[in-house]
């Protein structure tokens, strides 16, 4: 027997029962392993919830359906969409929050859903996580083809975390998230800094006007208490962190806020 | 083979291993797929509790046992129940929480939980959620009769939200619930507003001595950006919500708070 | 067929996706039941996450594996462990987070994670959660042999919530956690006070300077709403609370606080 693997990501919140509604849907339809990936991206935050389903879809068991649903376009002409990639499958709006995750996987294909049978009936003009993209994600565990659910298109809307600039040893990107240790993460992926072995370096790294020398290292024991370091985390990005503190904070950091590192 | 499902619904927070103490306990009496409604219900506040089960509930497939445990009565006299309905299955404190949600689904029958062989033991006083409900819940589940954990009663404590006036073309209600994205929502059924298509209406509303004037529309993004609107919520209720905003920080404006709407 | 049981508990918060990516790596090696203790630990507090851990793994069905992540040193020399008990089975850094646990539940023997086999390739540095604690565990429900993640060692890091003093009638212990309803909950257990039922006393306890005397209960509910009691709490420790109030905002007590009582 093969195990059916669905997960939900959305900004609706802990102390919701939206989470639980997409739940109970899918559960009258398949029979299915749940797992939340997070229900508190920023409400609205298309862009939060694309960084944080790129970093975790890929690692599901092959075939797991995600559904996202950050989704302020709801009941709006806004499209739904399945996208399938090399081994795993994304259900959400047609905003840019999936494409992230389906690119890194790779080999992506994109179909507008518009088969009404797949969804439910009488369907709320507020809630397609509910009443669109679960069932749709319930029949395709099910077993249903792809092109059930409607044609491939090609235009859907795009989103990347590619701003990111070379110049010399010097290296310009954006903060994507800030984790609730208060990391700073950066969209400048470990493979931009081969060159730079994280032991026994000093970064600087600048946001605005202000610019600071530290550490770069390989984790955050390597500094005393309370200092500031720069690591690869743990989705391959690079990292601002406090050993035990809270750099966002300490520093008044946020996501899109520019920063530039420097190797000395 | 037949799934189990149980849910939990409760005040107890996600910081605090209390639902796990439950599940853990479910899981040694037996096999079944635990889905959360919300943990996140406000302390003691049993009105919201019993809101968010009547919404969540129905959804799930029948048969389904839901344990809720919004209890601040517990270690009392306060009683414990099993409330069977046309296709659900409720089980927590005699206190009024489960009753909107077994009312709406229909065919109530009421049992109060006297078998002591049916809970933990060494049971403890502040905990009847892990030492009663969810044993009991189990035993359900593998198979044990109704009328075996106790007594059928009918002087149960209930509670509702139909505290609904209607004159001329102004209905009166009560905001029930505020979610993450602080959409207000309120007790006002859809089936009060039938008359009103949500297409190009301009309603008025007022809280107190303030009063609005906002478009009535399908969905959120019926707006522009940050302005107020009406509309139907997911789970068939009046609301008033701020396109990507927070009504309910706006508006200043909390659970409990009656509300006047009138069409113009 | 036996069911698979994996727990976690972290300082991850809800909010992330590091827990979703922990399971995500168990569910492909392992077709296990998974359930979260709690993500909300505060950050790298392994005091509180050793006492939620001891307070709730016990519970669960006897071959259980829990996973524990409270892991500032992550990434250092810190070593992991395996640690098998009677019943249960705790993987997880060696800083004395899953001792309180392994000791409660007895027959505990100590292994360190050395066998590189066992984790993930490539393997951050920032993640033993993900990459080494969780692969272990899923082998280990595989079936896979104890000693075969490395050595039996007993020079571990020990951690214990026995600091508690007896004179006359008056106990000094401290606070170990605080729940959601403000519940202040004291490392003095049940079996400490087995001389004093919880029935018609009146006890005397005193934070620092200030002293208060108070009903000492079965229950929250067998005072007046806001009045303040304590009782024996549902994991069997001694407690104070405020009837449907904070006891922990109100008297302004965190964990670590010395507390002292006295039965008159």
Known sequence: ???????FLSDFGVNSS????????????????IIDITHDIQPHNIREGAFVLSCTAPLFPPGTV??????????????????????????GPDNGLLIPAAKKIGDMHVYQ???????RFPRSKTFDGRDVFTPVA????????FDEVGDKISDFITLDFDSIQKSGSSIQGEVIYIDRFGNII?????????????ENAIIEFSFGKKSYKIPFVPSY?????????????????????INQGNAAEELKVKPGSLVSINFL
């Open 1 to 7: 027997m093969t195990e059916k693997y669905l997960t």
């Open 138 to 145: 319930a029949h395709l565990l099910n077993g249903m083809a």
């Open 66 to 91: 995600h559904v996202g649903v950050v989704d302020p376009g709801v009941g709006t002409s806004r499209r739904g969409l399945l996208i399938t990639t090399k081994s795993q499958i994304f259900i």
């Open 186 to 198: 950066t969209n400048i992926p470990k493979n931009m800094l081969t060159n730079h072995p994280s």
């Open 221 to 241: 024991g390597h500094v005393s208490l309370n200092q500031m370091l720069a690591t690869i985390g743990s989705n391959d990005f690079f990292e601002i962190s």
């Open 113 to 119: 859903l518009t088969n009404e049978k797949m969804m």
């Open 18 to 33: 939206y989470p639980a509604q997409m739940k109970a849907v899918a559960l009258r339809l398949t029979n299915a392993h």
